[in-house]
């Protein structure tokens, strides 16, 4: 298994695992004989605890962001390997995806159960005029909206993030390509080579035979014209 992927592997399910315990934290908040005592304590003290468990929340979403990050960076990384290890790394990665989209339902839940609950809290507590002041309810209002354009940065900041982690999983694939192409036009290079080295062994051995060939038609020319003069001289001599 590649170890790159094991990496992302380790580090999806230490998320995964704290997003889990952040989410039952979360959902404990607000609910059972706790929601009447809130409604006979101060507005301010139920903003702070409506606005925690948004912190919370908040936490949880952001986290589930960069949990879909790693998976799809496993799911990149898985992609480039042998398909035989591929096929057993995507079957993991649609048990992790599945694991992960319960998750975001259950966060869904959760920030939907808080809005219902944070407004009932706070009708109770506008309900009771005696105990909040005008002056109070302005902080409250004030509070809620700082709140809010909180929550709206945070998103944004989040959003751009992703949008940039996009851009570099889409490079990342870009660069695997390329370096595809350049392992494939590196092979043909190598067949080429080995193509030439054979080339130059046989025009090696034909020069070979060719010298050796002139030098056995030298020898044999210096032979017959050795055998020539001997004739000539021994006509000669005989007259």
Aim: glycine content about 4%.
């Amino acid at each position: 298994m590649s170890e790159v992927f094991e990496g992302y592997e380790r580090q999806y399910c230490e998320l995964s695992a704290n997003l889990s315990r952040k989410c039952s934290s979360s959902g404990l908040l607000l609910d059972g004989g706790k929601k009447e005592q809130y409604i006979f304590i101060r507005v301010w003290r139920i903003v702070l605890l409506s606005e925690e468990k948004m912190q919370k929340i908040s936490e949880v979403k952001a986290g589930l962001d960069d949990a879909d990050v790693l998976i799809r960076k496993m799911d990149l990384e898985a992609r480039s390997l042998q398909p035989s290890v591929k096929a057993v790394l995507l079957a993991k990665l649609r048990e992790y995806k599945a694991d992960l989209n319960k998750l975001k339902r259950e966060v869904k839940k959760i920030s939907s159960g808080n809005q219902v609950s944070r407004e009932e809290l706070l009708e109770s507590g506008m309900a009771d005029g005696q105990a909040v002041s005008v002056d109070q309810r302005q902080r409250l209002a004030m509070s809620t909206e700082r709140l809010n354009q909180s929550s709206d940065r945070i998103m944004e900041s989040r959003r751009t993030m992703l949008e940039t982690e996009e851009v570099g999983v889409s490079i990342l694939q870009d660069l695997h390509h390329q370096r595809d192409s350049l392992l494939h036009s590196h092979k043909k290079l190598h067949g080429v080579d080995d193509a030439i080295d054979k080339s130059k062994k046989i025009l090696t051995a034909m020069s070979r035979r060719m010298s050796r060939n002139k030098l056995i038609v030298g020898s044999v020319i210096a032979a017959l014209v050795l055998a020539i003069i001997l004739i000539l001289y021994f006509k000669l001599s005989h007259h």
